[in-house]
């Protein structure tokens, strides 16, 4: 008995914590539709669907350069990332380094570290050695400022591996780069895809850094110029909100795509830990 009041309670819990999440996406989804300049308010259903303000806004918010430039920033971002923190946490959780666990508590502490804290210096750094106002110094800070947590992620994933698949392998003669692109990899697909999704979206979402790094309008990324948008228009809910959909619809379309391979990631890391 108390196993399905359990069951229906967690049931319950869920239902009401998508209620909560799709409603705000749903109120914005709605207030899009309605004819541009109106008064929103709450959950109303236009009178007349149109996505005039969805041209109106790509047009106005020149969200084609602003779209490129984010997928620019990402392409670069995610790959790097994903590559370099795979490589380190196969060294810190399979390999026994000298010096381990104070390298793995430098990579801790820069999970500690917020952006504004070192926006403003490595705005300064970025500009003498030329990368200032420009997409590849956003790359580079952005990988860096992910590191950490993907280094954590990674590590924590080999170091819970059966370590027997890596005695084996290295009897057979196995070097470490064959241990890891032919037994390690082809396990950590959930948790390298979880990563991946997770640094695409930080790296989306990226606001304050975007704008404080890049001054040239054609330069600036999505949430960047949705924020600009937002101070030319601020008046226009319907306009401002079908801007809002333009920005939210890539991460949107990213974790549907990904949405199992993810959440496997997800209940590995949370099975193991």
């Known amino acids: 008995m108390s196993s399905k009041v359990e069951r229906w309670c967690g049931l319950l819990i869920l ?11 749903l109120s914005i989804f709605l207030a899009s539709l309605q004819p541009a300049g109106s008064t929103v308010t709450g959950l109303s259903l236009p009178e007349n669907w149109s996505l005039d303000n969805y041209r109106q806004a790509w047009t106005a918010a020149g969200f084609s350069t602003l779209l490129r430039n984010s997928f620019v ?3 670069g971002v995610v790959p790097v990332s994903v590559a370099l923190a795979t490589l380190a946490g196969y060294a810190l959780g399979t390999m026994n380094l000298r010096g381990e666990n104070g390298l793995l508590l430098f990579f801790v502490a820069g999970l500690t570290i917020p952006v504004e804290f070192i926006v403003i210096p490595l705005y300064f750094n970025l500009q003498q050695v030329g990368l200032g106002n420009s997409l590849v110094g956003v790359i580079l800070a952005e990988i860096a400022l992910f590191m950490p947590f993907g280094v954590y992620w990674m590590r924590n994933h080999f170091r819970a591996m059966p370590r027997e698949l890596v005695d084996a392998a290295r009897v057979d003669g196995a070097s470490s780069p064959v241990i890891l692109r032919s037994v390690l990899l082809p396990l950590a697909r959930p948790a390298l895809t979880t ?7 930080w790296s989306w979402n990226q606001f304050m850094l975007v704008l404080i790094l890049i001054q040239d309008p054609d330069s600036r990324t999505a949430p960047a110029g949705l924020g600009f948008f937002v101070g030319q228009h601020g008046l226009d809910v ?7 959909v333009i920005v939210l619809l890539p991460i ?10 993810f959440i496997a990631g997800l209940l590995q890391g949370g099975l193991k830990g």
């Open 15 to 25: 239902l009401v914590m998508a209620v909560l999440i799709v409603i705000p996406f």
């Open 73 to 75: 920033v990402a392409l």
């Open 195 to 201: 990563l991946a999704v997770l640094v695409f979206m």
């Open 238 to 244: 319907p306009l401002l909100s079908a801007g809002t």
């Open 252 to 261: 949107l379309l990213v974790y549907l795509f990904f949405q199992r391979s």
